[in-house]
């Protein structure tokens, strides 16, 4: 019998949660070539951010025709470039069951999250409102959040390969961001130090995101989806103090003296 067998460890495996960030590809329409020349560019500006990442495809504001989808092409010209393409957002059924015939994952669009909500969980939103609560007390598990996420807080400097994530709020780091590390927050992030490496905030969609930089040198800023490479972030405040914030769906750097 194995060691594993006589520890006590009764599974192979354990299922727990997991906050992953992952990068969409919002299509509109699909033309293979077409696609493959835009893929192709947008690698050639950060290569070394798209390579083994995984994609996640949204058809949320997809406009063409359901017939033209190719999800094997789509797959395989990502593949070629090193992305791996995990799953589909959004859709409709003929567009979601050709997803699923090319064995991807599923995952509802934002207007279907709203939809698809089950009469329990209904019942849980309906308890939590203030102005339909009937009963005069409510349990500890029905209150709402106090206050904001708590801000994590890094003392030592993010090395090359490292990845530091904070998941709920803000991220703080006293250091240096070298190169070739990466940075992600769900809120803002604070760089007291150069910013070297990469950094993504408001990776859930928060758009009012900002990154804040004693000194500006990234290989990568990323705001709520929206980026900019390094040779963007040269034209402007290079090597100094500054913000960066979402206006308009571009990424704008400002000086924090002029903030």
């Known amino acids: 019998m194995s060691d594993t067998a006589t520890s006590g460890v009764q599974h192979c495996f354990q299922l727990?949660?997991?906050s992953v960030s992952m990068t969409a590809l919002e299509l509109y329409y699909f033309d293979n070539d077409e696609f493959e020349d835009t893929l192709r560019d947008k690698i050639s500006q950060a290569p070394g951010f798209?390579?083994?990442i995984p994609l996640i495809i949204s058809l949320e504001k997809y406009e063409g025709l359901s017939s033209e989808l190719d999800f094997f092409k789509i797959?395989?010209?990502?593949?070629r470039?090193?992305?791996?393409?995990?799953?589909?957002?959004?859709?409709?059924?003929d567009q979601r069951r050709l997803a699923r015939g090319a064995a991807l994952a599923l995952m509802p669009g934002g207007n279907q999250r709203d939809r698809e909500v089950s009469p329990a969980d209904q019942k849980t939103t309906a308890a939590n409102e203030p102005a339909q609560v009937s009963e005069p007390e409510a349990s500890p598990a029905a209150e709402l959040p106090s206050g904001p996420a708590p801000a994590r807080i890094i003392n030592q400097p993010v090395r090359s390969g490292q990845?530091?994530?904070?998941?709920?709020?803000?991220?703080?780091i006293l250091a240096p961001v070298q190169a070739g590390a990466e940075v992600l927050a769900a809120g803002n992030i604070h760089v007291y130090g150069p910013l070297r490496g990469r950094a993504l905030a408001g990776i859930h969609g928060m758009q009012s995101a900002r990154v804040f930089c004693q000194s500006l040198e990234a290989e990568l800023v990323s705001i709520a989806g929206h980026y900019k490479i390094s040779e963007d972030l040269q034209e402007k405040s290079w090597k100094t103090a500054v913000q960066i914030q979402l206006r308009d769906d571009?990424?704008?750097?400002?000086?924090?003296e002029k903030a």
């Open 50 to 52: 798209f390579k083994d």
């Open 81 to 93: 470039h090193n992305i791996h393409v995990v799953g589909v957002r959004g859709g409709n059924d």
């Open 75 to 79: 797959i395989g010209t990502c593949r």
């Open 250 to 256: 571009l990424l704008v750097v400002t000086p924090l």
């Open 16 to 18: 727990k949660s997991a």
């Open 163 to 172: 990845q530091v994530y904070a998941p709920e709020g803000d991220l703080i």
